[in-house]
């Protein structure tokens, strides 16, 4: 068989991605050790550096054009493997930035030093996103650099600071992005062992709110009881963000609809560690709680801390909330709502103000037509089981972002990791043999795409 026709058969393709593994889990550790956290600027040349090996390792592959790109922000590659006549063209799309690291002391092994264990690799980065860039790698090296259809890479680099550059990165650059196929490998499996395209996800709108009551401290002994201080009062409006059942209580909030998927409670206490005797909070079932309504976190607040408390009445207090804004609704109309309610709800008279933060827009990724059949078929033969449709609670604006600037483009949202994954948490990991499974999943769909 010739080797071009043996990257066609399904078989053969298996054994080409599974021999690019072994070396491209290298690459990952090597990558994973690079600490590209954006959010932090102290390693803002981390993550340049990162930028860098991402573009370099493209090259080695014989990619004709490379380029690393920043428009006001951090920078992103975008690499070009040209269409053979007749084909379409594919972008890859994950990013190379990751999440700070929380305190090390509570890592089981160090977070930039990726380490294997019982099946997993273990580090920040693992499984988001940087596994999705490896991924895409072995899925080309498979193909010796040259895939059946053209191949855009976009490795993004703000993805974890909300991607304030990618829409402008988008209109200056559509050229060269533009694709008939978007792939996102950047969300979660449905459990390890079970591949998941993802069809709808959260949005996202925060801001910090501040309360005052006075124009400077008082003594609280003096003046307690008739005076309210900053932060009980802040602690009142915070609690009417939520009713007695933990609904979400914001007037205007939109719900969507999601996959009809049984999650179990055991299932669901095992992710998430909840107390024993805590309580779940809002009505619905879990996947209509988790992905299709709003949901209200206290994020932070700023006020005296225990250990320098005194007998004071605050005349200011802040707190940073988030709102994770359902599929179907508007991020930008859900923060009027949510600011409305903060700004008609202060007790007591208080003075409110509402300084608005990041947003991001919901998603609905609609899973039909030749290129999902195309993409249902390539997971159910890599994985060997049908993919699941899921929804998740966590917000990856810029897939509204693609669908925007491309209408007209296929949008498939794909993972790596899986609940036990703990992104941007402690101890975060990837599952070794999910990772081979959508390596050779995403070969299989770039032949299958092939005219």
Excluded at 15 to 34: K, N
Excluded at 106 to 116: D, G, H
Excluded at 368 to 392: I, L, N, S, T
Aim: glycine share 10%.
């Amino acid at each position: 068989m010739a080797h071009d026709d043996a990257l066609h058969d399904d078989d053969a393709l298996r054994a080409r991605v599974e021999q690019e593994l072994p070396g491209t889990l290298d690459d990952l550790i090597a990558l994973c050790a690079i600490p590209s956290i954006s959010s932090m600027p102290d390693h803002i040349a981390d993550v340049q550096a990162s930028a860098l090996w991402v573009a370099e390792q493209l090259k080695e592959l014989g990619c004709p054009d490379v380029q690393v790109v920043a428009e006001g922000g951090l920078p992103a590659v975008i690499a070009r493997f040209p269409a053979p006549e007749g084909q379409p063209t594919v972008c890859l799309y994950a990013h190379h930035d990751v999440q700070p690291t929380g305190d090390l002391a509570l890592w089981t092994s160090e977070p930039f030093e990726a380490t294997e264990r019982d099946g997993r690799l273990f580090g920040r980065g693992t499984a988001d996103d940087k596994a999705g860039i490896a991924v895409h790698l072995a899925a080309l090296r498979a193909f010796d650099g040259k895939p059946p259809v053209g191949v855009t890479l976009f490795i993004e680099g703000e993805e974890e600071i909300g991607s304030p550059s990618l829409a402008t990165i988008l209109e200056r650059h559509a050229d060269l992005l533009r694709s008939d196929v978007f792939v996102i490998a950047d969300s979660g499996n449905w459990d390890v062992g079970e591949p998941a395209f993802t069809t709808t996800l959260r949005g996202l709108a925060d801001c910090v709110v501040e309360v005052a009551t006075l124009d400077h401290a008082l003594h609280s002994g003096q003046f307690g009881g008739i005076v309210p201080d900053a932060l009980t009062t802040l602690c009142r409006l915070l609690a009417t963000l939520h009713d007695d059942s933990g609904r979400v209580a914001v007037e205007g909030l939109q719900h969507g609809e999601v996959a009809d998927l049984d999650y179990p409670e055991d299932r669901l206490r095992t992710e998430t560690g909840i107390l024993d005797g805590v309580e779940w909070i809002g009505e619905g079932s879990v996947v209509s709680r988790l992905w299709g309504q709003p949901s209200i976190s206290v994020l932070a607040i700023d006020a005296t801390s225990v250990a320098n408390a005194s007998n004071t009445l605050a005349p200011k207090a802040r707190a940073k909330v988030s709102l994770r804004v359902a599929p179907g609704d508007d991020a930008n109309r859900a923060m009027d709502a949510l600011r409305t309610h903060l700004e008609t709800h202060a007790p007591w008279g208080a003075k409110v103000t509402v300084t608005d933060g990041d947003s991001g827009q919901p998603g609905l990724i609609p899973f039909e037509g030749h290129v999902a059949d195309a993409a249902a078929d390539a997971f159910k033969v890599a994985w060997g089981r049908d993919a699941v449709q899921v929804g998740q609670g966590g917000s990856i604006p810029m897939v509204a972002d693609f669908q925007q600037a491309f209408p007209d483009a296929t949008v498939l949202v794909t993972a790596v990791g899986d609940p036990d994954s703990r992104a941007h948490g402690i101890d975060e990991s990837l599952d070794l043999g999910d990772f081979g499974k959508a390596a050779v999943a995403e070969a299989l769909l770039l032949a299958r795409l092939a005219r």
